[in-house]
């Protein structure tokens, strides 16, 4: 770990997932806020640092966010509205104040779904398809192939296909994950789903089924993080960011599978992934046999084997395997998403992971705690990964 204070989440404020019709963005992001606010028992005269993550296509930019929340900030970082910076927007908050730059940093989300069906492209997802370079998802509109799911599936192929593995073994995370949403109050799919109606279920594009693909959501949080001394003295028992990593970029990094499966005409190759070795183990003083429940960018359930394999759970091929007979279901070796992750509780871009991380490690999870909850990471096929503790380092 490098030099710095501690850094905690003191205060955070979910006010849902769902699609905030005739709502305005400004307007979600005002009641998040009010809500991390009196979480925490910070004011917004305290807020120095703004760290903003809203979507397009009704987005809004960082000044306009300042203006409309009446913040006067000395720092603020915004990134493209990608879904998956959640961790690259949480990482700069933890930095600017790891550095001193600021004492009180404000993350914010706010997402409305914009049309967009399971498997299928929004208009801002059909956009980057237009970009020069085209999109990060495989995608080949000359081949009618305009969404992500389509770069999914083929990774899913690939990697099943190496590795010699049935596909019905990939049933057991979307399962999983549903009857962790059934205990979650905001999950948007409640409804009990058996094996057999996971297998029985239409295919979005195969191998991939309906329930493979994470469900649209829109989303409202805020989380406010300051020094861990200061968060110690407030309303809510502190949640720190023990270890963080950024995501990997290049020429065999592919959003929706690792490395060496030959996506998005990148390298075929024998991967073998860092694991226990990963930087944000170190960073964070634990290794994977230390970690009490992990928390993944599920948009389709493969990621959630690419995850366990990239991070040093299970060995390349073997994943699978390991997430049958209720291992990473509440109560089992490794929870896994136990709000009900993108694929049940509703596509939150990681943010309603992160509120659920911090209620385990506050044991204020309900009928979902974990058992001892201490630590917690949350990891993506792209190599981010953050390590939240209930404990300082």
Known sequence: MTSGPDIAIAGVGLVGVGAFEGESVASVASRAVGAALADCGLARADVDGLFPHIGQPRGLDYDEIARLLALNVEVVMQPWSHGRFAATVLGAAWQALRLELVTCALCVAVWKPGGRRAGGASGAMFAETLREGGGPHAETPWAGAVAPVFGAALATRAYFERHKLDLALLGAIPVAQRKAAQRN???????????????????????????????????????????????????????????????????????????????????????????????????????????????CYDAFSPQVLWTLERFGYCDPGEAAYFVQDGRIEIGGDLPVNTSGGHLSEGHSNGWGSFAEIVAQLRGQAGDRQVNGARLAQWATTLGDSVIFGADAA
């Not at 309906?210 to 649209?216: A, E, H, K, R, T």
């Not at 960011?241 to 950024?246: F, K």
């Not at 991967?271 to 960073?283: D, K, N, Q, S």
Request: charged letters at 20%; one cysteine or more.
């Open 185 to 295: 109050p905001v999950a948007l799919m409640r409804k009990p789903m058996s094996p057999a109606d996971y297998e029985t279920a239409r295919f979005i594009v195969e191998p991939l089924r309906l329930f493979d693909c994470s469900v649209p959501a829109g989303i409202g949080a805020a989380f406010l993080l300051t020094t861990g001394e200061r968060a110690a003295g407030l309303r809510q028992p502190p949640v720190y960011i023990r270890g963080w990593q950024g995501i990997h970029g290049g020429p065999d990094e592919y959003i929706f599978g690792h490395p060496g499966l030959g996506i998005d005409q990148a390298n075929v190759f024998d991967y073998r992934p860092a694991g226990a070795g990963e930087p944000v183990f170190g960073r964070a003083g634990v290794s994977p046999a230390d970690i009490d429940a992990l928390y």
